[in-house]
């Protein structure tokens, strides 16, 4: 079973922890973040630099730009994958995703498969929602949630639906994730993209379509 470590220097990451180590080994660091925007020098502590390297994925929720570009450069050689929950600008993007075992994905319900073992296998429980629907007449008998947003959304929306009327389920389904406390838009602070929570509202339909083989 791979080790997934969750990294943050703020208030983001602890729901996406514990929802994680209810299916791998899991531990959550935080980092304290330098003070002001931008930092000549950002000191990571030894001993939280020695737990992360002996994790397999990484997942960052690090908002200070600085913190998250000088944690990839000292670990990236010692870990599997590293995915960055949480990053500004699309030149920080491509800056990070130089160092090739970096995924930095638009939203954290957007991850798939990319031919890396431990990648592959955290993704094959957590990423783009995937679920599986029993219907017993008009009603929702049964959802099995065969991949979660890390953030568990996924779950919350299976949890529910199931007894609901299965009309417009996956209408249903995008709708129940606007009431979810999302953190997906204060993810991305400059973007100017489609909502994050509309694409994570959008993705969870989708999943709800293929479970019903409407797409």
Request: net charge negative; aromatic share 8%.
């Amino acid at each position: 079973m791979i080790k997934v470590a969750i990294v943050t220097d703020g208030p983001y990451g602890e729901r996406a922890y514990e929802n994680i180590a209810r299916e791998f080994e899991a531990m959550f660091i935080e980092l304290e973040a330098p003070s002001g925007i931008f930092a000549d020098e950002v000191d990571i502590p030894a001993d939280k630099l020695k737990a992360i390297r002996s994790a397999d994925i990484v997942i960052t929720y690090i908002l200070h730009p600085d913190l998250t570009l000088e944690l990839v450069d000292e670990i990236h050689g010692d870990v599997d994958w590293i995915i960055i929950g949480a990053w500004r600008g699309d030149g920080f993007r491509n800056q990070l995703l130089s160092y090739g075992n970096v995924t930095a994905p638009e939203n954290m319900c957007d991850l798939e498969e990319n031919g890396n073992p431990s990648f592959d296998e955290f993704v094959s429980r957590f990423g783009r929602p995937l679920v599986e629907v029993d219907l017993e007449g008009e009603k929702v008998k049964e959802i099995r949630v065969l991949r979660s947003s890390p953030c568990g959304a996924t779950l919350f929306v299976a949890e529910e639906l199931t007894g609901e009327d299965a009309q417009d389920l996956p209408l249903k389904a995008g709708l129940k994730i606007q009431h979810y406390p999302c953190r997906a838009p204060k993810m991305r602070l400059f973007s100017d993209d489609e909502c994050k929570k509309e694409m994570a509202a959008r993705m969870h339909s989708e999943a709800f379509e293929r479970a019903l083989g409407v797409k």
